[in-house]
């Protein structure tokens, strides 16, 4: 196989907030020249597709304001500092629907923006959910959308749910339920 790696040879931090940490790198090339790759340093984050017991999927909807939309999608949210994926599922799920999970099973990591962002997402089903309060973030607006696993498929197939964490997450669960993958409990 041939040799792609890039080497860094400076990086620079040109902004830093509370989500994310923009960098510019000057690297070498495998052929030994050098360029710029500018990217979003991210903390990482866990999404999570929720089973109620009625079999449903609690899917959510909510406003999303860089795009300038509202998008129907799955439970997700950033990993806080010092914290574990399988904490932060827990601490998601029940900030985002209140419900919280009995069983919870990893399924994959996925990199949602390879291309400029060293985002990592770990991506989990939630099963034997009890339903609780929720806790969100005071400035998180969400509504509960309880829908069957095909009827959210259609919702993929049709460009009403277009997030792509949202639409891994789907497939990657319908692939579970029809037993053609099997995953390893956590």
Not at 1 to 30: A, C, H, I, N, Y
Not at 95 to 114: D, M, Q, V, W
């Amino acid at each position: 196989m041939k040799e792609l790696t890039e080497s860094k040879l400076s990086s620079k931090q040109v902004f830093s907030g509370r989500l994310l940490d923009v960098r510019s790198d000057e690297v070498s090339l495998p052929d030994g020249a050098v360029s710029t790759r500018e990217y979003i340093r991210h903390p990482g984050a866990v999404v999570i597709v929720p089973v109620l017991p009625s079999e449903e999927i609690l899917l959510i909807h909510q406003f999303r304001y860089p795009m300038g939309i509202s998008e129907i999608e799955i439970p997700a949210g950033k990993i806080d500092q010092g914290e574990r994926p399988e904490e932060t599922l827990h601490r998601e799920l029940k900030e985002e629907t209140g419900y919280r999970a009995e069983r919870t099973t990893f399924l994959t990591e996925i990199h949602p923006c390879i291309g400029y962002s060293d985002e990592k997402m770990w991506l989990y089903l939630a099963e034997d959910l009890k339903e609780g309060t929720s806790g969100g973030d005071e400035d998180e607006f969400i509504e509960l959308m309880p829908t069957p696993l095909e009827e959210a498929l259609k919702m993929i197939m049709y460009g009403q749910i277009t997030d792509v964490k949202a639409i891994i997450g789907l497939f990657w669960v319908d692939k579970v339920r029809r037993g053609e993958w099997q995953p390893r409990d956590l």
